[in-house]
C-alpha cells in the first residue's frame, strides 16, 4: 500500500461509537449512541451557540437556561444512566453516605454536582464536581445516577414539564388502544355478517 492509500484510509475512518469521542458534546452536553443526532444539552441547559450546534458542531456545549441561586436556592436534577462526567476537577469521600455528600454539595457554590463513588448495595461514598461538566454520556440501560444542581425555580418546571409529557404519552397509549379495539370490533362484526348472510342464502 502507497502513501496516497494510507492517508486515503485515514480519511475514510470514521469512529463506530462517535460517543467514544472525549467531550464530543462540549460543556454540559450529553451523548447517546442511540438518537439522531447524538448529542443533546443536558435539561434545564440550551445550546451556547444554536447556529453551530444546529450544523452539528457541538464544541460550544451547553449553557443553564436559569442561573444558580445558591444560597438555599438550588436542588439537584437526577438523571439516570449515565456516564459520569470527566472527573479531572472532582472531588471524592469514601465512607460518606449520598445524604451527606448532597448536603455538602449545596454548601459549596461551585459544587454543580455530585453521585454516589460506590454504586454496590444502593449506592455510598460521596463524588463531588467543580465547574463545568463536560464527556457525559447516556445509555440505554446500565450507568449511574448524577445529581445535577439546577436552580429551585428551573427545577420546578421542569418537574411540570416532565409531568405533562407522562400524561401525553399516556393519552397517546389509551388512543391507540381504543382505536384498535375499535377496528377489531368493526372488522370482527362485519365478518360476522358476512357469514350470516351467506348463511341465509344457503337456506
Known amino acids: 500500500m502507497d502513501g496516497s492509500d494510507t492517508q486515503l484510509g485515514a480519511f475514510l475512518y470514521i469512529p463506530a461509537d462517535r460517543c467514544e469521542n472525549y467531550a464530543v458534546c462540549g460543556a454540559y452536553g450529553t451523548c447517546n449512541i442511540d438518537k439522531s443526532p447524538v448529542c443533546s444539552c443536558l435539561e434545564g441547559f440550551l445550546p451556547k451557540s444554536p447556529k453551530y450546534w444546529d450544523s452539528i458542531d457541538w464544541s460550544d456545549g451547553c449553557v443553564r437556561r ?31 453516605t449520598l445524604k451527606e455528600c448532597q448536603g455538602l454539595c449545596l454548601k459549596n457554590c461551585s459544587c454543580t454536582a455530585y453521585a454516589a463513588l460506590d454504586v454496590r448495595g444502593g449506592g455510598s461514598g ?23 444542581r439546577t436552580a429551585t425555580t428551573e427545577l420546578d418546571y421542569l418537574k411540570k414539564k416532565r409531568h405533562s409529557s407522562k400524561k401525553k404519552l399516556v393519552a397517546i397509549i389509551v388512543g391507540s388502544t381504543l382505536l384498535v379495539v375499535g377496528i377489531t370490533i368493526v372488522a370482527l362484526s362485519h365478518t360476522y355478517g358476512r357469514r350470516n348472510s351467506k348463511t341465509k342464502v344457503d337456506l
Do not use: H
Not at 436534577?77 to 469514601?94: C, E, G, V, Y
Not at 447516556?138 to 445529581?147: I, K, N, R, T, V
Open 126 to 148: 460521596c463524588l463531588l464536581w467543580f465547574g463545568i461538566l463536560v464527556d457525559i454520556r447516556e445509555f440505554a440501560e446500565g450507568g449511574q445516577d448524577l445529581y445535577i
Open 66 to 96: 436559569t442561573p444558580l441561586e445558591c444560597n438555599d436556592g438550588d436542588g439537584f436534577l437526577k438523571l439516570t444512566r449515565m456516564k459520569l462526567p470527566d472527573t479531572s476537577s472532582s472531588w471524592f469521600n469514601k465512607s460518606m
